[in-house]
């Protein structure tokens, strides 16, 4: 019999365990506010004081902020739940599909569309491109374990779906930012963009490095934390201990990595606020259309709403941390790369939960009775 339990509280339940947006942990319910008050204080701060900008960069301060922000998820993720996952070639091959095909080529589209100059009124900008294809081609491994759970979707899934894509981004990332972001333009014919990208003389063993620091580093920390804390403690005390206390860890290094990045950057944003609002636009557009291709598809294979949802949340958030970290070990942190990166939490965070309504409301008004068990509970309860 399967040891997993499904949340049966409806969507309007207010109590600790239950998906409704209104019972969010405070800092998670405001984390918009949050990061708005953030890149307030960093631009500010900038602007002000310009020459905070070198003690960041020769600090290292993003950097350090980057790699603490990444720890907790990957100590969180249970790597065991991987044979879960792979164990289903359907739904897995579902999530494959759209995490690492539809996703990548919808945001190198919308970055060919409004910063390649092909559109008469909006320019050539290759940083802003490369930095949309940079954020495209990482794929979410922390912040859509929060869009699920609020949403009531599978943990196990979404759990398993982490671990598996965190390390197959450790395996491609680099490879995708060389495809998407270099080798591809040139054969599309963008030569006044591919102009662009190359005076940033960006090469894949600069990505591979990058990785290797701000992905690999947490990554190693957080998987020998979960192996030698279970072992030394138990999964108990692991899981409703020591991650409640590192879990906070993630929110203030975010909010500190967005303050001095924008420190660097509050020069350029007081003097082009539009260009905020112009990378904005694509993002949306990503987020919305990539949620709602992905619960289509899930929905239409069978699946059941707690797998449809942890499918769609994954497909629909990227890993905007790590695109951050390599945008500023390749290029700087004041370049405009990085700074298209760093406005990805702040368009994710409203739009995802908004998302997280919409997916609640598929949930009371989509009949699911046919639909398949959850993929994972299915899996255990034939292991058991």
Known sequence: M????????????????CGNPRSMDFLDKYLTVWIFGAMATGVGLGYVAPAVTKPIQDLHLVGIGLVVMMYPPLAKADYSQLRAVVSNWRVLGLSLIQNWLIGPTLMFGL????????????????EYFLGLVFIGMARCIAMVLVWNELAEGSTEYVTGLVAFNSLFQILTYGVYIWFFGLFLPPLLGMDSLVAGITTFDVTPMQVFEAIVVFLGIPFAGGFLTRYVGIRTKGEQWYDEQFIPTIDPLTLVALLFTVIVMFATQGGTIV?????????????????VVMFLVSFGMGRGIGADYSTTTAIGFTAASNNFELAIAVAVAVFGVGSGVAFATVIGPL?????????????????????????????VAASTTDDD
Request: with cysteine; charged share 15%.
């Open 111 to 126: 970055a060919v569309v409004f910063f390649s100059g092909l559109i008469p009124g909006l320019p050539a900008r290759p």
């Open 2 to 17: 399967s040891n997993i339990e499904t949340h049966k509280h409806g969507p309007n339940c207010d109590c600790p365990d």
């Open 347 to 375: 368009i994710e965070v409203p739009v995802l939960l908004a998302l997280v309504n919409v997916a609640l409301y598929f949930q009371r008004t989509i009949d699911w009775k046919s639909a398949e068990p959850d993929a």
């Open 271 to 287: 003097a082009a606020p539009g260009d905020v609002l112009l990378i904005a636009v694509p993002l949306t557009i990503y987020f």
